[in-house]
């Protein structure tokens, strides 16, 4: 069948390739073998996620599966979910991986399926980024593009900023703690960990990137509408 994703992981020390097909998911060894599979009739696609001690995450026909490498068997974690791209993050101080799935609504699961909260943004969500912006391991920040009028970014206070274009995280000043930068039509807007805004240049952007350079300066490229 085709291959749609491949991926090398790490799994208990050893490298693997994990092959996303049209009709199942296939682990494989450095020397070509099937050591682990699973088929689906009807699989339309699949994001195959990090790999995490022994496990990966992997979504297909709107729905999160984890395989686990001690016992070689694979657990559906969310029976239904909207259809929509699914993140893995790390949303509290504990060891488990949580989801972030966007679609409809931007809804955030346990690791074990459980939801723990939805939000909506008045349209359909294309695509999330998350932001770990203090280190600490933790999603900050969550940018949103979607096909409502501009994107938004929301911050783990509570904080939204409306009508972006574009964002990215990174260190603008060497403190190690990131900052996000976006930009839209009030101009290119740059936001500390907790929303505040540092400051901003009155032009109208659509696109922005930031680039690390060999001296260790971040330099920001913008594109205009």
């Keep these: 069948s085709r291959a749609i994703e491949a991926k090398f992981v790490n799994l208990q020390g050893k490298p693997f390739i994990v092959i996303g097909t049209e009709k199942g998911l296939y682990v494989l060894n450095t020397y070509g073998d099937v050591v682990a599979d699973v088929i689906f009739n009807t699989a339309t696609r699949f994001n195959l996620m990090d790999s995490k001690g022994a496990v990966i995450y992997f ?5 999160v599966y984890f395989m686990d490498f001690t016992r070689f068997n694979i657990s559906k974690l969310f029976d239904s979910i909207i259809s929509g791209s699914v993140i893995p993050v790390n949303l509290d101080d504990d060891v488990d991986t949580e989801f972030l799935v966007v679609g409809s609504y931007l809804q955030a699961y346990e690791s074990n399926g459980t939801p723990i909260w939805s939000y909506g943004v008045g349209g359909y969500i294309l695509g999330g980024k998350p932001g770990d912006l203090d280190g600490d391991s933790i999603v900050d920040a969550v940018f949103l593009e979607g096909d409502f009028e501009h994107s938004v970014l929301i911050f783990k206070n509570g904080r939204v900023i ?13 403190d190690g ?4 930068i976006t930009v839209g039509p009030r101009g290119l807007e740059v936001y500390d ?20 350079t060999s001296k260790g300066e971040t330099i920001i490229a913008v594109a205009s509408y």
Excluded: M, Q
């Design 177 to 180: 703690f990131l900052e996000a």
């Design 162 to 174: 409306y009508e972006l274009d574009d964002c990215v995280f990174a260190d603008l000043n060497g």
């Design 59 to 63: 979504y297909s026909n709107k729905s």
């Design 193 to 212: 960990r907790v929303g505040n805004a540092v400051w901003s240049i009155k032009e109208a952007y659509r696109e922005v990137d930031a680039i690390s």
